[in-house]
C-alpha cells in the first residue's frame, strides 16, 4: 500500500525532518522533454526510418565496439538507446565512448542523460533474487532469469514472464514504501537531490524467440534507485511511471509481446512522458526560455520534484569482451557487483542473495559439464519444490533433505570417482574473482541449500547456511578419499537401511577397536545434520513461559532450536561446539544412531514435526544434542561416574593421592583435537580413561610433590599449555558473540547471530570492572610463570 502523498516530507524541504538539501532545477537538470528527431538524408534503418543525429552516433559506436561496418548495427539496438536518450550532448557523449575492464572482461560503454522512466530495472538481480525466487514459484510458477546470455542476451519464457519478474522484484523491496527512516531518506534525497550516482547498465537484447524480440536498456546497477524514482514520481503525478516496456502492450487484448523500439513506438512513448493529465504541469509549456522560467515560477514542489528524479546519467554498455574463460555473464556480473560487495560500496547486497548469485554460476558450469542434469540445477535454483515428505520413486530427489544435501555433495565434495567435478567449481570460483577455497565453495552454494531447504529472510538464512558451510568445508564430509568409504552414494536409500548399516558398521568398530567412521555412520549424520538444521518445526519452536493465555492455554514464546554454528552463541549455556562433531559423536554411539534416524525421520514426512528420541521420549532440541553429545559418545554431561574425579581447586584434575596428575583438556570446538590415528571426528573425552598410577617407587624422596619428577611436570606444563590454548579459544569465541536481535534493533525473523556487521557483546555490553580488576592478579601470576619457566628452559638449553 502506497503512503498518502501528504507524508511526504520532501514537499516540506525547509522541514527539520528532511536531511537533504533541494538542489536549483536550472543549470543542474534537463527542463525540455525529448522528441525525436530523425535526420533528414539518411539512409533508412530496416524499420523504415533514419537515424537520429544520436541514432548514427551509435551505430559508429557499434561498428567500432564489434568491428563491423555500422551498418551491420541492430536497428533495434539504436532505437533502444534513442527511446531513452534526453539532450544533445549525448551525441558527444556516444562519441567519447571507451572500453572499460574488471577482473572478466572489457565492455564497450557511453555515459549519457537518460530519461528514468524508459529505463527499465534490471531482470537478472541478485539483490532480492532467493526470495523473488520464491515468490515466482509459489505466485507465477515460473522462475527467475538467473543469466544473461551470451551477445548479451536475456531469454524469456515470455513478454508477461518478464514483467513477473520485476513484480515479484517489488513485492521484496518495495519502491513506494516510505515508513522506515531508511526509506524515507532515500526517498527524499532522489525527490530534492535526484539520482546523484551514474546508474549503471546495458542495452541487451530481449528474446522468446526469432520472432519476438527486441533490444532494451536496463540497469545492471541502480534497481533500487530507478524504481523507487518510478514510483515516486508515479505517486506524485497519479500515472503510472514505468514507460520501459510500454511498446510491448497489445491494447486490442491487453497482452504483450516483446518486440523493437520503432520510431512510431518512440514518439508514443515521448507522448506519455509528457504527462499532461497530470493534476500540475510536469514540463514547461513550450521550449523557449520564456517559457521554462515561467515553469519555474510557478513549479509546485511536486512538480520539482518529479523533474529532478525524471532523468539521470547513465553507463550504457552494447558490447563485451569476456577475457579466456570468462562469458558475457561473468563481465555483466563483474560490473555490477563491484559497487554491492564487501569493500567496494557500503551499500551491500545482503549475503544470501549475493552467495546464491554466484552459486547459480557455478551450478550452470557444472550443468555444462554434465555433473549436474537439468532436472536437478531446477531444484538448486528453486524452480522446482522438493516435498518434504519420502518419496522413493520421485525424482529427482526422494525429499527434501536428500536433494537439500546433494546442493553441498554436488559442489563441495571432492569425490576421486568424479575428480574434476570439484575442479570446474573451483575454476568458476577463481572466474568470480572470491578465493577457490573449500570454505568459498560452501559458503556460496550453502545459499543455494537454503534455497531448497525453504529458508526465508537473512537471519534464517544466515544461521543455516553457517552450520552447513563450516560443516562441508571439512574432510571430514568433503574429502572422500580420506573417508575408506563413499557415503554420498548412500544418501538416497531408506533411513532405516542407512541407521541399520550404521549399527553394523558401529559394532564392527568396537569389535576392531577403531573410531574412524564408516560410510553408513558419516552418510546418517551428515543428513540428521541437514535434516534438524532445517526441520521448520525446530525452527519454529516455542516453549512455554511459565504464564497463560486469557482462554486459560500455556502461554509459548517463539525458541527457535534448530542445530546452529555455534549453538545459537553458547545459548543455556551450551558447549559451542561445531555442529558436526555433535552429529558423528552421535553416530558412534547406539543410542545416538537411534536419535540421528528419528531426526531425520522427522523431517522427511509432509508436515515436519519436533524429533523426540526414542529411549527417553526427550525433545531432540539443539540444546538437548549439544549437553549430551559434545563431549563425545561416553557418559552425557549429567551423568559423571564417581570415580571420575573433579578438578581440584588448583585446576588440575586430580588422581589417586600417590598417582600424576594431569590436566585433562575438554572438547574442542573445531574437532581439532583428533590423535594422528584418526581425523574423522573423535575427540578428547572431558575425564582421562587412564588407571591410577602405580604405588610411588621407595626410592623417590619422600614428601616431595608429585610434579617434582621431570616427566611428570613436563607432561603437567605441557597439558597446562593445552588449557590455556583451551582458554583462550573460549575468550576468542566470547569476545565474537553478538548482540541479540532486541540490542541490534532489527525484526526476529531477519535476525543472524554470526552476522559480521552486528555489534559484539563486548563492545555493546562490556565487562563488569569488579570481574575485569579481579583478572588481573590471576593474569599476572600466568604472566610471571609462562616468563619464568621459558627463561629457564633457555638458560638450562644453554648450559648443555
Not at 557499434?62 to 532505437?79: D, H, K
Not at 546508474?199 to 541487451?204: D, E, N, P, S
Not at 546464491?356 to 537439468?374: G, S
Not at 571420575?644 to 589417586?656: L, Q
Request: one cysteine or more; glycine letters at 8%.
Amino acid at each position: 500500500m502506497a503512503a498518502r502523498k501528504s507524508t511526504f516530507q520532501f514537499l516540506a524541504p525547509n522541514s527539520l525532518d528532511v536531511i537533504s538539501d533541494a538542489v536549483p532545477l536550472d543549470g543542474v537538470f534537463p527542463l525540455l522533454p525529448p522528441v525525436f528527431e530523425p535526420l533528414s538524408g539518411e539512409r533508412a534503418l530496416s524499420d523504415g526510418e533514419p537515424p537520429t543525429e544520436l541514432g548514427k552516433a551509435v551505430m559508429e559506436w557499434y561498428g567500432q565496439a564489434r568491428g563491423c561496418p555500422p551498418e551491420e548495427t541492430p536497428a533495434g539496438l539504436v532505437r533502444a538507446i534513442e527511446a531513452v536518450s534526453v539532450g544533445r550532448e549525448n551525441v558527444a557523449a556516444v562519441r567519447r565512448a571507451h572500453w572499460r575492464r574488471n577482473h572478466a572482461g572489457l565492455l564497450s560503454v557511453a555515459q549519457l542523460v537518460v530519461c528514468v522512466p524508459m529505463v527499465r530495472p534490471a531482470t537478472v538481480q541478485p539483490r532480492m533474487a532467493a526470495s523473488a525466487q520464491r515468490i515466482m514459484r509459489e505466485e507465477y510458477k515460473q522462475s527467475l532469469i538467473h543469466e544473461v546470455g551470451n551477445g548479451l542476451r536475456i531469454q524469456a519464457g515470455s513478454a508477461q514472464h518478464l514483467r513477473d519478474i520485476t513484480d515479484a522484484q517489488k513485492k521484496v523491496r518495495i519502491p513506494h514504501a516510505y515508513a522506515g527512516e531508511a526509506e524515507k531518506e532515500f526517498a527524499d534525497s532522489l525527490a530534492l537531490e535526484g539520482i546523484r550516482e551514474e546508474i549503471r547498465g546495458f542495452a541487451y537484447d530481449m528474446y522468446v524467440s526469432d520472432g519476438e524480440r527486441g533490444h532494451l536498456v536496463e540497469t545492471d546497477d541502480g534497481w533500487t534507485r530507478v524504481s523507487v524514482a518510478q514510483s515516486f514520481m508515479a505517486q506524485l503525478i497519479g500515472l503510472d511511471a514505468d514507460l520501459s516496456t510500454l511498446h510491448w502492450e497489445n491494447p486490442a487484448d491487453g497482452t504483450l509481446t516483446v518486440r523493437p523500439h520503432t520510431p512510431d513506438s518512440i514518439e508514443a512513448a515521448h507522448r506519455e512522458l509528457r504527462f499532461e493529465d497530470a493534476s500540475f504541469a510536469v514540463w514547461p509549456a513550450g521550449r523557449t526560455r520564456n517559457a521554462v522560467e515561467a515553469w519555474l515560477d510557478g513549479a509546485s514542489p511536486e512538480a520539482q520534484a518529479t523533474l529532478r528524479m525524471m532523468t539521470a546519467r547513465m553507463d550504457i554498455g552494447i558490447a563485451v569482451r569476456p577475457y579466456r574463460e570468462n562469458s558475457d555473464h561473468d563481465v555483466v556480473y563483474a560490473d555490477m557487483a563491484r559497487f554491492h560487495v564487501k569493500g567496494q560500496n557500503p551499500t551491500l547486497w545482503g549475503k544470501a542473495d549475493d552467495e546464491a548469485f554466484k552459486a547459480r554460476t557455478v551450478v550452470n558450469d557444472l550443468v555444462r559439464r554434465d555433473y549436474v542434469t537439468e532436472e536437478q540445477r531446477d531444484v538448486f535454483f528453486g524452480d522446482t519444490v522438493v516435498p518434504w515428505a519420502d518419496d522413493p520413486a520421485c525424482t529427482p530427489y526422494r525429499n527434501r533433505v536428500v536433494a537439500t544435501t546433494h546442493v553441498m555433495v554436488s559442489t563441495v565434495v571432492d569425490d576421486p570417482a568424479v575428480s574434476t567435478r570439484y575442479r570446474v567449481v573451483r575454476e568458476t570460483l577463481k572466474r568470480l574473482r572470491v578465493p577457490n577455497s573449500p570454505l568459498q565453495a560452501a559458503t556460496t552454494t550453502a545459499s543455494l541449500a537454503g534455497l531448497v531447504a525453504g529458508l526465508e529472510g537473512d537471519g534464517e538464512m544466515g544461521q543455516f547456511t553457517a552450520v552447513i558451510a563450516r560443516s562441508f568445508r571439512k574432510a571430514e564430509l568433503r574429502d572422500i578419499g580420506q573417508h575408506g568409504g563413499n557415503w554420498t552414494e548412500l544418501i538416497e536409500r531408506d533411513v532405516e537401511e542407512i541407521a541399520e548399516g550404521a549399527r553394523q558398521e558401529l559394532e564392527n568398530a568396537l569389535h576392531a577397536k577403531r573410531t574412524r567412521l564408516s560410510p553408513h555412520q558419516r552418510a546418517l549424520a551428515v543428513l540428521a545434520l541437514v535434516a534438524h538444521a532445517a526441520n521448520p518445526a525446530l525452527r519454529d519452536y516455542r516453549r512455554p513461559d511459565g504464564g497463560t493465555n486469557p482462554d486459560g492455554t500455556p502461554r509459548t514464546i517463539r525458541y527457535p532450536s534448530s542445530m546452529t554454528l555455534t549453538g545459537r552463541g553458547g545459548r543455556g549455556g551450551v558447549i559451542k561446539v561445531e555442529a558436526d562433531v555433535i552429529f558423528f559423536h552421535a553416530a558412534r554411539s547406539p543410542e545416538g544412531i537411534d536419535q540421528l534416524e528419528a531426526i531425520i525421520a522427522a523431517a522427511t514426512t509432509e508436515k515436519p514435526f519436533v524429533p523426540v528420541d526414542p529411549a527417553s521420549g526427550d525433545e531432540l532440541l539443539e540444546e538437548w544434542l549439544r549437553r549430551r553429545w559434545a563431549n563425545g559418545p561416553g557418559p552425557g554431561p549429567d551423568s559423571r561416574p564417581a570415580d571420575r574425579p573433579d578438578r581440584g581447586t588448583d585446576g588440575f584434575a586430580g588422581r589417586s593421592a600417590t598417582g600424576a596428575s594431569a590436566l585433562v583438556p575438554g572438547a574442542r570446538t573445531d574437532g581439532a583435537d583428533l590423535g594422528p590415528a584418526d581425523r574423522s571426528g573423535a575427540v578428547l573425552t572431558l575425564w582421562s580413561d587412564t588407571p591410577d598410577a602405580p604405588e610411588e617407587e621407595e626410592g623417590r624422596a619422600g614428601g616431595a610433590h608429585p610434579l617434582a619428577d621431570t616427566g611428570e611436570w613436563g607432561q603437567a606444563t605441557a597439558d597446562l599449555v593445552e588449557d590455556i590454548d583451551h582458554l583462550a579459544a573460549r575468550a576468542s569465541a566470547l569476545a565474537d558473540v553478538r548482540v541479540d536481535a532486541v540490542r541490534a534493533g532489527i525484526d526476529e525473523k531477519d535476525y543472524d547471530p554470526d552476522d559480521e556487521s552486528l555489534p559484539r557483546m563486548i563492545d555493546a555490553v562490556g565487562i563488569d570492572p569488579e570481574v575485569e580488576g579481579g583478572t588481573d592478579e590471576s593474569l599476572e601470576s600466568l604472566r610471571r610463570f609462562l616468563r619464568q619457566g621459558v627463561m629457564a628452559y633457555l638458560k638450562q638449553q644453554a648450559r648443555r
